[in-house]
Structures are given as structure tokens and as C-alpha cells.
């Protein structure tokens, strides 16, 4: 018996001929030729060794192995028709997994907010959400270990498709009885006269501040590295060193810790952050659908 032979297209022709009794209206509302429709048929029965089909002069009767046929081919057809609906809702985004990677800067001020919005639109929807520095966020992108990634502008990204996510405000952060404290404003030149606390070198945002330094010819004074916001802070508080924030990552610990945020004025200062992918044609319906969604988020905080 070659169950290889046993395609869909053929099983469907033997439901139509079992119930309208013919094989000619079979073949009709299979739209098959009736020559076709009965080599189709005759060769099913020649597969399983067995006849389908009393033929008379007035249509057709299901043999007891017809019956038996018809039983299962019901069952199949029922099975591929749950699979077909199954699969176009991940077809049509109403289901599906999506990866996104981002970094601290977006994750901490933005995405919260913007995923909760989205997961209530598509509860199906599963998002898979890792956070790394820019320049890892690209690699996963590129490798094919990310769907999507958020990083902040200036960080290398060949071969991406780059889209406007939004704008990420940088501050000073300053402790309480610091010198620059009764600053209502500040360049980052003014600054550099001054200890830090800053983040890891492979950050978007220290190389941000190493560049900027090194063009103005004065050297950061990076006394303390540390992995993430709040610890600048904390860090900041007890050794009176100054950092340098997104404003709205910045602002609850400023609150809490009776922290000074002064705006920056440097163009610079003024980050945008992009949504970077692989090709857009081709990601999956539900990653076309996040992707969307980041998008029509305002630009600005």
C-alpha cells in the first residue's frame, strides 16, 4: 500500500464523489475534468488494493472499505482545515513570537508602557525581550538572534533597515552641594573639570562621552564604572561625582535620592533611538505588526 499516493487534492475528489453519489458531480465540484476525476479515483483503489465504489449506470454506493476510506478522509480533511486556520492567524500577526532586543535607555524609559499597549492589542502575541548595548543589539539583529532591535543613533549598523523609534533626552546628574547643583543649564565642556560615574566602555552612551571628550581635548574623569542607571546614581550620592542620564530614566532616582538633573546643551545630547531589522519584507507577521506599533508611538517624550 503507497500511502505516498494519498494526496489532499484526490481525498477531497472522494469526499465530493461519496456524497453526491457521482463521480461526474464529484469531479464538478472539485473542478477536476471526469476523465481526471476517475483516473484519480481508479488509481486510489489500485493503491490500496482494494475497490472504493459500487459503479452502476446512475452514479455510485461506497464499498464497506469506501466507508471505512471516507471515515478517515473526513478526519483528515477536518484536521488540515483546523491547521489552515491555525496557521493563518500566525500568518495574519493574530499569533506569533517576536524577539526584540533593546537597550537599557529605551527599555527603562519607553517600552513598558509601549509592549503593555501592544500585548493588549494581541494577547496571542508572545514577545521575547533582551536587553543588551547597542552595539550587541546590531549583532543580534544581523545574526538572526533578534526580529528587531532598539539602539541608540550613531552606533554602526550595516545592512539594517532603520526606522525612528524616539527621542532619548540626555541630563547632567548632579548630587546634593555639588558645585555645578545651582546650574540651571550646562555644555559638557563645563563639565570635564569634574570626577564621573559612568557605564561600561561597550555602552552606546559611554562611547558618547569618550567621543565628545576626545574632540574637545579634555579627558573624561571617569573615577567609577558601573552596569546600570540606578547604580550611577547610588554611586554618584555617596562618592559626589557627577553622571551623565537619560532624562526619564534619571528622574525617579533624582526624586528619591534628592538627585539635581541639569539639561544639557549640547546638540548631541538630544538622542534618537531606531528600531533597526534585517529586512522588513521579511519578518513575520507579528514582528511587522510590533514593528508598526513602535512606530506610531509619538517622537518625541
Not at 82 to 100: E, I, N, P, T, W
Not at 182 to 188: K, L, M, N, R, T
Not at 193 to 207: E, F, H, N, R, V
Request: with cysteine; proline share 4%.
Amino acid at each position: 500500500m503507497n500511502l505516498a499516493r494519498f494526496d489532499l487534492v484526490t481525498l477531497l475528489l472522494f469526499i465530493a464523489v461519496a456524497r453526491q453519489g457521482s463521480i461526474s458531480a464529484g469531479a464538478r465540484q472539485s473542478h477536476l475534468a471526469v476523465g481526471a476525476a476517475s483516473k484519480r479515483i481508479s488509481d486510489l483503489e489500485a493503491a490500496l488494493g482494494t475497490p472504493l465504489l459500487y459503479r452502476h449506470a446512475s452514479g455510485v454506493e461506497l464499498t464497506e472499505a469506501g466507508q471505512a476510506f471516507l471515515h478517515h478522509s473526513l478526519r483528515v480533511a477536518h484536521e488540515m482545515e483546523q491547521m489552515a486556520s491555525a496557521l493563518s492567524d500566525y500568518a495574519f500577526g493574530v499569533k506569533g513570537h517576536v524577539r526584540l532586543a533593546a537597550n537599557t535607555s529605551a527599555i527603562t524609559q519607553f517600552l513598558a508602557d509601549d509592549l503593555a499597549a501592544f500585548m493588549r492589542g494581541h494577547p496571542a502575541i508572545r514577545i521575547s525581550l533582551m536587553e543588551e548595548n547597542s552595539t550587541h543589539i546590531v549583532k543580534a539583529v544581523i545574526d538572526n538572534q533578534a526580529d528587531l532591535g532598539i539602539f541608540a543613533d550613531r552606533t554602526p549598523c550595516p545592512g539594517l533597515t532603520t526606522y525612528h523609534y524616539r527621542y532619548d533626552d540626555l541630563v547632567l546628574m548632579v548630587p546634593p552641594h555639588h558645585p555645578l547643583a545651582v546650574c540651571h543649564e550646562i555644555s559638557f565642556a563645563d563639565t570635564l573639570a569634574y570626577d564621573y560615574i559612568g557605564l561600561s566602555q561597550k555602552t552606546s552612551l559611554a562611547m558618547r562621552l569618550q567621543e565628545e571628550s576626545e574632540r574637545l581635548g579634555k579627558p573624561l574623569k571617569l573615577r567609577i564604572q558601573v552596569r546600570g542607571f540606578d547604580s550611577i546614581c547610588r554611586m554618584a550620592l555617596a562618592t559626589q561625582c557627577i553622571g551623565i542620564l537619560p532624562r526619564l530614566a534619571a528622574a525617579p532616582h533624582s526624586r528619591s535620592m534628592q538627585l539635581t538633573l541639569i539639561p544639557l546643551m549640547d546638540p548631541w545630547a538630544r538622542r534618537k533611538l531606531l528600531i533597526g531589522v534585517r529586512d522588513s519584507d521579511g519578518l513575520t507577521a507579528a514582528a511587522k505588526l510590533l514593528l508598526a506599533h513602535l512606530q506610531c508611538e509619538p517622537a518625541a517624550a
